[in-house]
């Protein structure tokens, strides 16, 4: 079993920043992907960025365009999500996922075997 736990949400105001951290632990894999999805009030979940072991990433390009970056720390086991520029459209609740066997960054949900418990990231104006 994998788990994964989300860190770093909270409250800010547009055109902050906020920094989501992803630390996975128990199984390891030599080869996944990592992807962090959002999900707003009354939305369906929805890609933001993801990230395979070999250093390949994918991202919302329409959503988060030059203000995310998802990067990784192998030492740790953990995944992080900068986000810059801020947007009252950003509010959401944040989850990490991993993908055992993913050779590339995938941008469906369903993809993903193990999933955080999520964190609110919430952007006012």
């Known amino acids: 079993q994998v788990q994964l736990a989300e860190s770093g949400g909270g409250s800010v105001q547009a055109g902050g920043t906020l920094r989501l951290s992803c630390a996975a632990s128990?199984?390891?894999?030599?080869?996944?992907?990592m992807g962090w999805f959002r999900q707003a009030p009354g939305a369906e979940r929805e890609f933001v960025a993801a990230l395979t072991w070999s250093g390949r990433t994918a991202y919302n390009v329409d959503a988060v365009k030059g203000r995310f970056t998802i990067s990784s720390d192998n030492a740790r086991n953990t995944v992080y999500l900068e986000m810059n520029s801020l947007k009252p459209e950003d509010t959401a609740v944040y989850y990490c996922?991993?993908?055992?066997?993913?050779?590339?960054?995938?941008?469906?949900?369903?993809?993903?075997?193990?999933w955080g418990q999520g964190t609110q990231v919430t952007v006012s104006s």
């Open positions: 996922a991993l993908g055992n066997g993913l050779t590339v960054p995938t941008t469906t949900p369903g993809a993903y075997t193990y």
């Open positions: 128990g199984r390891t894999f030599s080869i996944y992907a």
